[in-house]
């Protein structure tokens, strides 16, 4: 007598889902192939295999033989550095020694983990977790969790080795890419020691103020960052709080300039019930919105005479009074300060309090402008193209070439910050008339086109034939050695040879 297995097929309605979700997986794949940044490549990756699997929380590591780049979903910071350590023991490192996907219902009671200290600690139950690549690994996703409760499948399974083996090429071409921008990234060293994940840019002027970040970041001290308008002072000092003991505390940040002086001193101290005509209840202060975290004072330049006052007296006691209080409060919460004045002329002409001066200015950080830092304008465009494009959900398009060198030779009295706008500006143009690249004409529109038509000479104009000319004699004079020229000009060699691409330089012919 003959026995037959019968094996279930698929309803029509199911392998229509599973084809729907094959197809959307390499048609992501695909546009995930064309990314050229890691950071966002990573967190572009995750999202999509997150989305796959209907994971809860997932991590996705790539790793070469001296550094390591890592995103995470749904996971806390502090459940973030526990996975890391997890890379050397636990069901990560298990996956990465045996070159085998795990796949467990719960974590919590498989005989393989369930003496494990990461997984007795955090409770884990359903975990997926794929290497990516082999002999060796170039790196990890792991999952954890479903949204919708119960284990992840032997279709998840399926789902996430296809992902990691069509993973390797995209993630080889840009971890190579990524080593040799290290061979150039002066900020690479100090990078190692700080958290600085949305601080953009490679160059020398840049890796010094994180140097200077990274030595006052650890200490309890108030800091004061000086800098032109739009240099990032905001973004640095969250920078220092963050690779702080303060970290977990909150981070709040008060722009002295952007409150009339009635309302500073209730903002930045609080006030009681009557203390003032608008106060008919207690308001909390920014002061204690930062308790045992970190208070930004930006624009501190522009605090008024008596705000100064009771700010020194913070500073010297830790303690304060609210508004219509008759009883000091004290705080915990350490200040940075931040302003583009010149506070030591403001002293001289009687604007700002001296002594507070010398109390604000133990240690100063000054932070680079633009024009310091030209080498990094062609990552910060990219950067916030594709962040500009993400926020109103636009194609990701990349900067053309001419694009890009006229971001390059521009001046930018508004540092970073005119940047990004001019970018995010430029995208929204782009799309808008449905180009393939942002050109320059959508970075300028006021730029007129070469019809041959005169016109009086702008700034911008002249400062361009003005650089071009220095460059030119500057390269004709050293006999076009880039090396003496970029040293007698005080610049970057990349930035030199910027310049010599944007105004269309060459060597005559002898």
Not at 100 to 112: E, V
Not at 400 to 405: A, F, I, K, N, Q
């Amino acid at each position: 007598m003959l026995s037959c297995e019968v094996v279930s097929a698929a309803s029509p309605q199911e392998e229509l889902v599973r084809v729907r979700r094959e197809r959307d997986l390499y048609a992501r794949l695909l546009r995930l192939g064309e990314e050229t940044d890691l950071a966002l490549f990573l967190g572009e990756a995750l999202r999509l295999v997150v989305d796959i699997t209907g994971a809860a929380q997932g991590y996705l590591e790539l790793m070469d033989e001296e550094r390591r780049w890592s995103t995470a979903h749904g996971f806390s910071a502090h459940e973030v550095d526990g996975i890391r350590l997890a890379v050397s023991r636990g069901i990560i490192a298990e996956a990465l020694a045996s070159g085998q996907t795990i796949l467990t219902g719960s974590a919590s009671i498989d005989p393989r983990f369930r003496e494990r200290d990461s997984v007795v600690n955090a409770r884990i139950d359903a975990v997926l977790c794929a290497p990516i690549g082999k002999e060796p690994p170039l790196g990890i996703v792991y999952l954890q969790g479903r949204t919708h409760g119960g284990t992840f499948t032997p279709e998840d399974r399926l789902t996430s080795e296809t992902f990691a083996h069509h993973l390797v090429p995209f993630a080889d071409r840009l971890l190579q890419q990524q080593r040799r921008r290290d061979e150039n990234d002066a900020t690479r060293d100090v990078r190692e020691k700080l958290r600085t994940e949305d601080v953009i840019g490679r160059s020398r002027a840049l890796a010094t103020v994180l140097h200077q970040v990274s030595l006052v970041a650890a200490l309890d001290i108030d800091v004061l960052l000086l800098g032109e308008t739009g240099t990032g002072k905001s973004q640095l000092a969250h920078v220092i709080h963050v690779n702080s003991p303060r970290r977990g505390g909150p981070f709040v940040e008060l722009n002295c300039a952007a409150l009339p002086e009635a309302l500073i001193e209730s903002e930045l101290f609080g006030a009681l019930p009557g203390a003032h005509s608008t106060a008919t209840q207690r308001t909390e202060g920014k002061i204690a919105a930062a308790e045992h975290g970190t208070l930004l004072l930006d624009e501190v330049g522009d605090l008024p005479p008596s705000a100064q006052a009771k700010l020194l007296r913070l500073i010297q006691s830790k303690q304060y009074f609210p508004l219509g209080a008759k009883k000091p409060v004290s705080a915990n919460a350490r200040i940075i300060a931040a302003t583009n004045v010149d506070l030591e002329a403001a002293v001289a002409a009687k604007r700002f309090r001296e002594d507070l001066f010398y109390r604000l200015n133990v240690i100063p950080v000054r932070v680079p402008s633009l024009a310091e830092r030209r080498e990094d304008i062609p990552l910060l465009a990219e950067h916030f193209a594709h962040t500009a494009a993400a926020r109103h959900r636009l194609p990701a398009l990349p900067l053309s070439p001419g694009g890009l060198r006229a971001l390059e030779v521009a001046e930018w009295p508004g540092n970073v910050r005119q940047l990004e706008h001019t970018v995010q500006a430029g995208i929204i143009r782009a799309a808008g008339a449905g180009a393939r690249q942002i050109d320059r004409a959508h970075l300028f529109p006021e730029a007129p086109a070469a019809t041959g038509t005169e016109r009086p000479e702008t700034f911008q104009d002249a400062t361009r034939r003005f650089q071009a000319t220095l460059v030119r004699s500057a390269l004709e004079e050293n006999g076009w050695n880039v090396i003496e020229t970029a040293r007698r000009l005080d610049i970057a060699r990349s930035h030199l040879y910027t310049l010599i691409r944007a105004f269309g330089l060459e060597r005559a012919s002898s």
